[in-house]
């Protein structure tokens, strides 16, 4: 079981990028997954996630409006689309994956500053 995040690195205020997670050894389309963050000094906290079936997506209000949750079960990938960035997004952002009745799977994590 492997969930692989990338797409971090350093961006200007208010610019754009792209997280993705790769995943193995699972069947994604049976999975919830999503994205927290851990600020420096701070708390990991939920940034957004999308169910299976639906594919219903929740984002934390901090993050509305300017970031994209989107799976895509067939290449076994999740992907945080985050635009408009801020200071404040300055993060490592952890991929998850869960279902009912067993332990929440946990990507290595991938950093993010903006700063100018």
């Known amino acids: 079981v492997q969930l692989q995040a990338s797409g971090g690195g350093l961006v200007q205020p208010g610019g754009s990028l792209r997280l993705s997670c790769l995943t193995s050894?699972?069947?994604?389309?049976?999975?919830?997954i999503g994205w927290f963050r851990q600020p420096p000094g701070k708390e990991r906290e939920p940034v957004s996630c999308?169910?299976?079936?639906?594919?219903?997506?929740n984002y934390a209000d901090s993050v509305k409006g300017r970031f994209t949750i989107s799976r895509d079960n067939a290449k076994n990938t999740v992907s945080l689309q985050m635009n408009s960035l801020k200071p404040e997004d300055t993060a490592v952002y952890y991929c998850?994956?869960?279902?009912?009745?067993?332990?929440?799977?946990w990507g290595q994590g991938t950093q993010v500053t903006v700063s100018s």
């Open positions: 998850y994956a869960e279902i009912s009745f067993t332990p929440t799977m």
């Open positions: 050894g699972f069947p994604l389309d049976y999975y919830a």
């Open positions: 999308i169910s299976v079936g639906d594919g219903t997506t």
